[in-house]
């Protein structure tokens, strides 16, 4: 991910799901081992783009493999039970996009690897939408926060995704936060298309640009 927006800390009350609410699926379908995969931390396009690229290696359908981008206008998405949100807000982070992968196996086995999560990985769709979207919470807060989603192929995300990571340079030229230790990731044309894939507008880049609404039902078994 890029540069976080750090969202002042507030009290959400009495919270509609809760981890005790929740007995996780533990089953993976793809039987990976996420501790060996790559991981910087607060480079969420990248860490996603090696998790599809060990998928797309490792099983015998990568059709049913989707890579989602989350993010809006005022850049500033909501996600809960992420690893560097605060306990007091149900670990909530607000960021400026964040990425996670879909594997559809059945209509009745839809999983989420989200690798920011510190929950099980992966999670049922379901689980994921009530512990990490916190659909009823998100109601409640302004408009700034509400979410827009891309949905790509996974393959379409390895083709298209190019980064020269300058959007996490500051202006004396240090990072925001240590980059991957390996070279940045380019297409054959271009070496960044990070800014078109978190737009949440039809452009150039691939995939189907909807609201939260739309993709719930999209993936909802």
């Known amino acids: 991910i890029s540069h976080i927006s750090i969202m002042a800390d507030k009290s959400f009350g009495e919270v509609p799901v809760a981890l005790n609410e929740i007995k996780p699926d533990t089953t993976d379908p793809l039987n990976l081992d996420i501790n060996t995969l790559p991981y910087t931390k607060f480079y969420c396009e990248e860490n996603i783009w090696k998790l599809a690229e060990h998928i797309s290696g490792n099983c015998s359908d990568f059709s049913k493999c989707y890579v989602i981008i989350c993010s809006n206008e005022k850049k500033r998405v909501p996600f809960f039970h992420h690893k560097t949100g605060k306990v007091e807000n149900m670990y909530m982070q607000v960021w400026d996009y964040h990425l996670f992968v879909i594997w559809k196996e059945s209509k009745e086995q839809i999983v989420v690897y989200?690798?920011?999560?510190?929950?099980?990985?992966?999670?049922?769709?379901?689980?994921?939408?009530?512990?990490?979207?916190q659909l009823?919470?998100?109601?409640?807060?302004?408009?700034?926060?509400?979410?827009?989603?891309?949905?790509?192929?996974?393959q379409d995300y390895l083709n298209y995704f190019a980064s020269d990571r300058s959007h996490m340079i500051e202006s004396n030229g240090s990072y925001y936060a240590a980059p991957p230790p390996y070279d940045p990731i380019k297409t054959e044309h271009?070496?960044?298309?990070?800014?078109?894939?978190?737009?949440?507008?039809?452009?150039?880049?691939?995939?189907?640009?909807?609201?939260?609404?739309?993709?719930?039902k999209i993936f909802s078994p």
């Open 190 to 216: 271009s070496t960044h298309t990070l800014d078109e894939l978190v737009a949440m507008k039809k452009n150039a880049a691939p995939g189907h640009v909807c609201d939260e609404e739309s993709f719930i």
């Open 114 to 133: 989200d690798l920011d999560s510190c929950l099980l990985i992966p999670m049922l769709f379901n689980q994921y939408k009530q512990l990490s979207l």
């Open 136 to 154: 009823g919470i998100i109601e409640r807060m302004s408009a700034e926060f509400k979410r827009s989603y891309r949905i790509l192929k996974a």
